[in-house]
Nanobody, 122 residues
Framework: QVQLVESGGGSVQAGGSLRLSCATFRPPARSTNCVGWFRQAPGKEREAVAVINRVLDRKLYDDSVKGRFTISLDNDKNTVDLQMDSVNLEDTATYFC???????????????WGQGTQVTVS
């Protein structure tokens, strides 16, 4: 069973920064080679924010976060992090980490999900 645990959420002022971390508690496998960050704001559908292929280190971003958010691997800690810079009010949401098999696309198939962490921008 793949277990994903998000951390790092909280409150931040507009224009500030926040770093989210997704811990994966098993060795990487093809079924989890794609790791993505998603978010869901109240009353809105869940949307993909960023996706990374852990083998190829290939990254994809939604247009709404390009140039502001950075997804990255920390192989020592076995985590996938999301650095959020220049946040704005529209970034307020619950952020979820998810894992799945390639191809790693923003709208790919992700079978394993974390519980989510809240990010509030004021």
């Amino acid at each position: 069973q793949v277990q994903l645990v998000e951390s790092g959420g909280g409150s931040v002022q507009a224009g500030g920064s926040l770093r989210l971390s997704c811990a994966t508690f098993r060795p990487p496998a093809r079924s989890t080679n794609c790791v993505g960050w998603f978010r869901q704001a109240p009353g809105k559908e869940r949307e993909a924010v960023a996706v990374i292929n852990r083998v190829l280190d290939r990254k994809l971003y939604d247009d709404s976060v390009k140039g502001r958010f950075t997804i990255s691997l920390d192989n020592d800690k076995n985590t996938v992090d999301l650095q959020m810079d220049s946040v704005n009010l529209e970034d307020t949401a619950t952020y979820f980490c998810a894992a799945g098999s390639p191809p790693c696309e923003l709208h790919g198939q992700f079978n394993h999900w974390g519980q989510g962490t809240q990010v509030t921008v004021s």
